[in-house]
Each structure stands twice: as structure tokens, then as C-alpha cells.
Nanobody
Framework: VQLQASGGGLVQAGGSLRLSCAAS????????MGWFRQAPGKEREYVSA????????DYADSVKGRFTISRDNAKSTVYLQMNSLKPEDTAVYYC????????????????????WGKGTLVTVSS
């Protein structure tokens, strides 16, 4: 599967952005999906995950209550709605896909993730 993330940009603290990740290739609903991020000088970290039909979602504690992951299998797209953004949310955001939910769910650094999209940069100014 090929993944293409978009929607990043510059936003002021307290603002919102919605990231999208479009998939092509194999049937999208075959994949568990997730988002990771990497801030400058830091290791990549887990942000959120969603099961194949969207029945279950999970979030890192740092984004819980502010970010929402969703997917539209008909459009082969996963989304990350980010509200109440903080400067510490500044990072390159990557979407991830896999056939094993545990390879994405709270995966440290995303090691074990099968497929990665190119990142999209989110910059939150104070």
C-alpha cells in the first residue's frame, strides 16, 4: 500500500488542523492505521491508531482529548483532526499502515510498522 499524507501547515497555538492520509493499492479496510510524529531532535513517537473499520481508536496521553482519528474506507483515507494545538505539537506527522494492530498501537518509535507515508510538517507558533 502507498500512503500520502497532507494537510500540514503553520497554525497559531490554540488553532486546528486536519491531516489526511490517502492510501492506494490493496483494499484499504485490510489495514489498521495510525499516526506518528517526529519533532526536531527527537525520536518518532506514537500519536494515534484506529482499527480496520474504525470501531476502536487509541491516543497517546499527550494528545488525548485534543486529537481525533477517523477513517473513510470508501475514500481509502484516514484523518487526524487536531484541535487546541500547542507549540509542542510541532513535528513532522507520518501516517502508518499495517496488518497487525499491535505493530501500530502505542508502538515505540513505530518500529514494526509495515508501511509509512511521507510526512507532513505541522508547525504551531506560540
Amino acid at each position: 500500500v502507498q500512503l500520502q499524507a497532507s494537510g500540514g501547515g503553520l497554525v497559531q497555538a490554540g488553532g486546528s488542523l486536519r491531516l489526511s492520509c490517502a492510501a492506494s493499492g490493496r483494499t484499504f479496510s485490510s489495514y489498521y492505521m495510525g499516526w506518528f510524529r517526529q519533532a526536531p531532535g527527537k525520536e518518532r513517537e506514537y500519536v494515534s491508531a484506529i482499527t480496520r473499520y474504525g470501531s476502536n481508536t487509541d491516543y497517546a496521553d499527550s494528545v488525548k482529548g485534543r486529537f481525533t482519528i477517523s477513517r473513510d474506507n470508501a475514500k481509502s483515507t484516514v484523518y487526524l483532526q487536531m484541535n487546541s494545538l500547542k507549540p509542542e505539537d510541532t513535528a513532522v506527522y507520518y501516517c502508518a499502515a499495517g496488518t497487525d494492530y499491535l505493530s501500530i498501537l502505542r508502538s515505540p518509535g513505530g518500529y514494526g510498522v509495515e508501511y509509512w507515508g511521507k510526512g507532513t510538517l505541522v508547525t504551531v507558533s506560540s
